[in-house]
């Protein structure tokens, strides 16, 4: 998903904070009494003072930056899905609104959690920075810590449990199907040919996992192309790098607001939707 803005977005607000302060505080009072002894005046009207063109922009745009800073850091951001990891759920070119403080209100630049809110549960759909990557993914929360993940032969078992799928269509190569997870109830596939994608090859996704504390295991809704927990290795030492640690956590996406897959359709919001 879309590079990390927050750390660069928070250097721009923070830089404009400190010369809108230092204008309120210093730099505006001296320019008032420049003012007046230029003028030979006791009074003024303060607003009329004129201001040099870099305090203008920033006393005019820093309010603005500010609360989109906050209302982005810590309220919804939207995001836009770029691959196909996470279909039939999410489709290329949705866009979604994700809750930044579902797991809690978080710095902006480290994520930790410095007001506790909520934890992530099994069925959400998460949005996170992976161990492998600085960018941002969208997966679906699967095991919490503690549970022992098993996925094998395209199906999914949980602390010994075979999770209840629904088949709800077949073609020649894919199997749809609904799957319950806890209280979530959301729409899944697999392929039922073998993968030619070195990253997806189904025996490379098969396996067993427990999830330790603090740590988090994810997988795409589409089963057979989501490059995930299950195949997450570090390119240096080949290393698993399998759970998503609680402070690589953004938020919680919970809406598609509209579609545009490319320059070249039109945008629409005929498929608006609460994510499952």
Known sequence: MDFQIEPYFTIIVSIMAVVFVIDRLVLRKRRIESYKS???RQEVDEASVPEPWLIEQVNSIFPVLLFVWVFRSFV????QIPSSSMEPTLEIGDFILVNKFAYGLRSPVSHDAFIPI????RGDVAVFIPPIDERYYIKRIIGIPG????????RLYINGEAMVVEITGENRALTFFNETLGDVTHK??????PSLDAETRAEE???EWVVPDGHYFVMGDNRSNSYDSRLWRNPKTGEYLSFVPEDHLVG???AVWMHWRSWSSLPTFANNRVIN
Request: proline share 6%; glycine share 6%; net charge neutral.
């Open 38 to 40: 230029k003028e030979l």
């Open 76 to 79: 919804i951001e939207p995001f």
């Open 118 to 121: 909520g934890l992530p549960e």
């Open 147 to 154: 549970d022992r993940i098993r996925y094998d032969d395209k």
């Open 188 to 193: 899944s596939k697999v392929n039922r040919l």
């Open 205 to 207: 996704s098969e396996g």
């Open 252 to 254: 919680k996406a919970f």
